[in-house]
């Protein structure tokens, strides 16, 4: 079955409000189900996507190793996150934030 989204997305509709090096942007969003796209009013301002990274649960194999080869297509930044996303030059990136690594959710 494709997946929908209604286990992961709380809120489909509600205020935001985005604070990125001293410019202030908010208004109010909308999630649509079954385009995926996140607007603003009528503005479409995103595309949301989601997907399991495989069929079966990585096996023991994957905790092996010492954990520090070389990863040439990740890089680690330091810096605002909010200016990144919206930087053109990272246009397609994916970015991942510690706290998703630790399983933390607020």
């Known amino acids: 079955r494709a997946a929908s989204g209604d286990d992961m997305i709380r809120h489909r509709r509600g205020k935001f409000r ?21 607007a603003e009013t009528l503005e479409s301002v995103g595309h949301f996507s989601y997907a399991p990274i495989g069929g079966q649960p990585f096996g023991e194999e994957a905790l092996e190793g010492r954990g520090d080869e070389a990863l040439p297509v990740v890089s680690v930044v330091d810096g605002e996150i ?13 970015f991942v934030l510690p706290s998703q690594l630790n399983g933390a959710e607020y």
Do not use: C
Request: charged share 25%; no cysteine.
């Open 18 to 38: 985005l604070d990125s090096g001293g410019e202030r942007l908010g208004g109010e969003y909308i999630f649509d189900a079954g385009s995926l796209r996140v």
């Open 82 to 94: 909010m200016a990144a996303i919206q930087d053109p030059r990272n246009e397609g990136a994916f």
